[in-house]
């Protein structure tokens, strides 16, 4: 069984930066890709950042470019969103996501985590 498990989130004041962590526990799991998605008051869940495991290539929703870096660390099955610049449109649940395998749904993950709140004042 395959446990995603969010920390980080928190009230942040516009223009400000915060960190999001992600680990993923599972006896001999290594994930294809991990990634973040977010879900605003009101909203459906959007795509935010993937990082595919292997090669560490990444992707960013078009919303949080040049602001959020997503990274990884192979050895402790973790990732990380570090995020900049924030804006109060960025308040959101953020989920972490894996994938076990490559789909052809680029949004398609196996194991989700609960989420974590982040909040951010104007």
């Known amino acids: 069984q395959v446990q995603v498990v969010e920390s980080g989130g928190g009230l942040v004041q516009a223009g400000g930066s915060l960190i999001l962590s992600c680990a993923a526990s599972?006896?001999?799991?290594?994930?294809?890709?991990m990634g973040w998605f977010r879900q605003a008051p009101g909203k459906e869940r959007e795509f935010v950042a993937v990082?595919?495991?292997?090669?560490?290539?990444?992707s960013y929703a078009d919303s949080v470019k040049g602001r959020f870096t997503i990274s990884r660390d192979n050895a402790k099955i973790t990732v990380y969103l570090q995020m900049s610049s924030l804006k109060p449109e960025d308040t959101a649940v953020y989920y972490c996501?894996?994938?076990?395998?490559?789909?052809?749904?680029?949004?398609?993950?196996?194991?989700w985590g609960k989420g974590t709140l982040v909040t951010v004042s104007s």
């Open positions: 996501a894996a994938a076990r395998n490559y789909y052809f749904e680029p949004n398609r993950m196996d194991y």
């Open positions: 599972g006896r001999t799991f290594t994930p294809y890709k």
């Open positions: 990082i595919n495991w292997s090669g560490g290539r990444t």
